[in-house]
């Protein structure tokens, strides 16, 4: 069964440091999202990516962060300056369109020290 | 943000029990109600996806939107211990998958 793959599954890294998560959607999937959760707290919305640019995005998602497709098969978030409150697991999710179910991957845990 | 209100529980249940799970909105522009499962380590899985208000099923799982008085609720019948999990609401404008409004999730657990 196709699914959304997401590496590492763990990152640890230092306070002010960039960091890179990588995703694998779904090949045929043309949607692509960011969501991530603090530990104890919601699943938050943090971006979705349709046809190489952002459709919407929360105010979460401010200058320190940004997405990229760059090829045919990864989607990626960038992290430019990370902060303690950057610690959180990241769930990359794809869907076919944008009224077909969303999947998931199983989250990288990203912990800034 | 308060938009989507979840009881966390823990809710404990016997096996074969039904199970109600609950959910409040405020924001009586939302549209799209969904439920996703959640296994621990493992991203949310979708369960169910309800448009306004009204019922749906699917097998056990039963999906109610009352849009009256903003509730939303998650029947589950004849529960089985492969139902221990957290149970997310999340609810939006559009029917995008995107801008999902989640609820803090009720973490179930069905004793055999």
């Known amino acids: 069964e196709p699914e959304v793959t997401q590496t590492p599954s763990h990152q640890v890294t230092q306070m002010g440091q960039e960091v890179i998560l990588r995703c694998v959607p779904i090949?045929?999937?043309?949607?692509f999202y960011w969501y991530r959760q603090i530990l104890g707290q919601k699943v938050e919305f943090l971006v979705s990516?349709?046809?190489?640019?952002?459709?919407?995005k929360s105010e979460i998602f401010d200058d320190q962060f940004s997405v990229e497709r760059p090829d045919g098969s990864n989607f990626t978030l960038k992290i430019r300056s990370t902060k303690l409150e950057d610690s959180a697991m990241y769930f990359c999710?794809?869907?076919?369109?944008?009224?077909?179910?969303?999947?998931f991957g199983q989250g990288t845990r990203l912990t800034v020290v | 943000q308060k938009e989507v209100e979840q009881d966390p529980g823990p809710l404990s249940v016997p096996e074969g029990a039904i199970v109600s799970l609950n959910c409040t909105y405020s924001?009586?522009?939302?549209?799209?109600f969904m439920w996703y499962r959640q296994y621990s380590r493992k991203g949310p899985e979708l369960l169910m996806y309800?448009?306004?208000?009204g019922n749906k099923e699917d097998g056990r799982f039963t999906a109610q939107v009352d849009k009256s008085s903003k509730y939303i609720s998650l029947f589950i019948r004849d529960s089985q211990p492969s139902d221990s999990a957290t149970y997310l609401c999340?609810?939006?404008?559009?029917?995008?998958?995107?801008?999902?409004?989640f609820g803090k999730g009720t973490k179930l657990s069905v004793k055999p």
């Open positions: 999710a794809s869907s076919y369109s944008t009224n077909t179910e969303a999947f």
């Open positions: 090949s045929n999937h043309l949607y």
């Open positions: 990516f349709y046809n190489n640019e952002i459709s919407e």
């Open positions: 924001n009586s522009a939302f549209q799209y």
């Open positions: 309800t448009y306004s208000s």
């Open positions: 999340a609810a939006n404008y559009g029917g995008s998958q995107g801008n999902l409004i």
